[in-house]
């Protein structure tokens, strides 16, 4: 297996075109070829090379606290905004899928829509890994440590029995869990840590100035509260960031 001239050369197919985003380097060890449900071709290729990283004292850390609609907030403040791309498209998915379910099974014309189906999950699957990944270069680069919180996703996805919300749509939307991958092997390259904090850490209702526990705040709604020890006013996801950094101070020490 090689890679010559834009065309790779594969077990008993031979040479086949390929448009390369990056430079193969190291050792060719597998090839895996993959089929989208839209008809596209991908090939991912494992290599090998040496490369000895060695781990960096943390001095610059950063806390996320994980929030539905912004994807996060971090401790000094800053929201990630996340577009929602699921949302944008929700509407036209819904028109497409309508005429999808109407179509006559084994029909050219059901299997056009299956495809223009898709290619717009695929759209969206593409908007959000591309937005991830250029979010999570920049505090990668800029801190030594980064912590979060060890959240259980499924979990919180699925509706509770007699409850009233239900955010599957939204956490599946804003790709938390691949964010994290991806800051996770982002900081290894780099010799630096990711910190999971504890999902049972009271990150919300600790105070972050003085350390005062608020059983308050495990109502979702309240967004703002202050403190009645230190008077402190806080935002409810700065404030649990804020701790979630403090705590992956305390474990990485």
């Known amino acids: 297996m090689r890679i010559e001239d834009g065309q790779i050369k594969l077990p008993k197919i031979g040479w086949v075109k390929v448009k ?3 430079l193969v380097g190291g050792t060719i060890k597998t090839v895996t070829i993959t089929k989208t449900s839209s008809g596209k071709y991908f090939v991912s290729i494992l290599t090998e090379y040496e490369n000895q990283v060695l781990p960096i004292v943390p001095k610059k850390f950063l806390g996320l606290d994980y929030a539905m609609n912004e994807l996060f907030v971090s401790s000094t403040g800053k929201r990630a905004n996340y577009p929602k791309y699921f949302r944008q498209v929700q509407n036209k998915l ?3 899928q309508k005429k999808f379910s109407r179509s006559k099974r084994d029909s050219q014309n059901r299997e056009k829509l299956r495809v223009i189906l898709s290619c717009v999950y695929e759209k969206v699957t593409n908007r959000r890994k591309d937005f991830l990944q250029k979010l999570s270069t920049r505090p990668v680069n800029a801190y030594d440590a980064i912590a979060i919180e060890d959240l259980d996703l499924k979990a919180m996805a699925k509706r509770k029995r007699g409850g009233r919300f239900c955010f599957g749509k939204s ?3 804003n790709g938390w869990g691949i964010f994290t991958r991806i800051l996770e092997y982002k900081l290894e390259w780099q010799g630096k840590s990711l910190v999971r904090i504890d999902k049972w850490y009271p990150s919300s209702q600790l105070c972050s100035v003085c350390g005062y526990q608020n059983s308050e705040t495990k109502n979702l709604t309240v967004r703002e509260w202050t403190c009645p ?7 409810r996801d700065h404030n649990a960031a804020i701790n979630i ?7 990485l020490a």
Not at 229 to 235: E, N, R, V, Y
């Open 229 to 235: 020890k230190c008077g402190a006013h806080h935002d």
């Open 245 to 251: 950094k403090n705590e992956g101070m305390k474990i």
């Open 20 to 22: 390369a985003h990056r």
């Open 171 to 173: 956490i599946s939307d």
């Open 94 to 96: 819904h028109r497409a």
